[in-house]
C-alpha cells in the first residue's frame, strides 16, 4: 500500500543549528504533502502545506523564515528548522494525499529534542 | 470559524462497543477522517466519510451526517491495544484538514 516515510525518526540537536526532516511518499507521488506539528497530549497543528514546483503555504503564525519547506520533486519534500531552540522541540509529522486526496497517509513522524 | 469537537477522553472495558462522537463546523466539507494514534507514534488512517451513513470495516464502524455535522466512530469487541487517542478530522474547501484534540480511549480488563 501506500506509505510516507520520514527521515530521521529522531534527532538531537544543540540549540543554534539547523535540522532538516525529509518526507516522501514511496509509492506514489503528490503535489502537495502537509507539515503538522504535534505538542504531548495535543492534537496535530498543521503548519504549512507544501507544493511542488511553487512556494509553501505557511498557517498563521508559523515562520516561514525559521521553518524552510522545499518540495524538491514529486516524491519528496524537506522541512528545515533554522537555528533551532528548545521550543521547537517536538514531533513532527508530514502527510501527503492519495489520488483525489480522498485519504492522507501519514509519515511516521520525527522527534525533534533541541537542548 | 473553523470548530471540531470530540469528547476528551473515554473509558470502555474489554470486550465492549464503545461510540466515540465528533461535531464540526467547517468553512466546506470534503469528508470526514478517524485516525487512530498510539502514545508516541504518528496518527493511523481508519475511516473516510463523505457520504451520509455507515461505513463498516471490520470491528471499526465509522457514521456520518453531514446535515447535523455529525459523525462517530463505533468500536466493537474492544481489545487492550485498542486503548489510544482517536482523532476526529474534517477536510475543509480548501482540501485541508482541520483536526480535532482528540479522544483517548482507556480500555479497562
Known amino acids: 500500500g501506500a506509505v510516507v516515510s520520514q527521515h530521521p525518526s529522531r534527532v538531537i540537536c544543540k540549540s543554534g543549528t539547523s535540522v532538516k526532516i525529509e518526507c516522501r511518499s514511496l509509492?506514489?507521488?503528490?503535489?502537495?504533502m502537509f507539515w503538522y506539528r504535534q505538542f504531548p497530549k495535543q492534537s496535530l497543528m498543521l503548519m504549512a502545506t507544501s507544493n511542488e514546483g511553487s512556494k509553501a503555504t505557511y498557517e498563521q503564525g508559523v515562520e516561514k523564515d525559521k521553518f524552510l519547506i522545499n518540495h524538491a520533486s514529486l516524491t519528496l519534500s524537506t522541512l528545515t528548522v533554522t537555528s533551532a531552540h528548545p521550543e521547537d522541540s517536538s514531533f513532527y509529522i508530514c502527510?501527503?494525499?492519495?489520488?483525489?486526496?480522498?485519504?492522507?497517509?501519514f509519515g511516521p513522524g520525527t522527534r525533534l529534542l533541541v537542548l | 470559524g473553523q470548530n471540531i469537537d470530540q469528547p476528551t477522553e473515554m473509558t470502555a472495558t474489554e470486550g465492549a462497543i464503545v461510540q466515540i462522537n465528533c461535531t464540526y463546523q467547517?468553512?466546506?466539507?470534503?469528508?470526514l477522517f478517524w485516525y487512530q494514534q498510539h502514545a508516541g507514534e504518528a496518527p493511523t488512517f481508519l475511516s473516510y466519510?463523505?457520504l451520509d451513513g455507515l461505513e463498516e470495516k471490520g470491528r471499526f464502524s465509522s457514521f456520518l451526517s453531514r446535515s447535523k455535522g455529525y459523525s462517530y466512530l463505533l468500536l466493537k469487541e474492544l481489545q487492550m491495544k485498542d486503548s489510544a487517542s482517536y482523532l476526529c478530522a474534517v477536510m475543509d474547501s480548501n482540501y485541508q484538514l482541520i483536526w480535532g484534540a482528540g479522544t483517548k480511549l482507556i480500555i479497562k480488563p
Open positions: 509509492d506514489f507521488q503528490a503535489t502537495t
Open positions: 466519510n463523505v
Open positions: 467547517t468553512s466546506g466539507f470534503n469528508g
Open positions: 502527510s501527503a494525499p492519495l489520488g483525489g486526496g480522498e485519504t492522507q497517509y
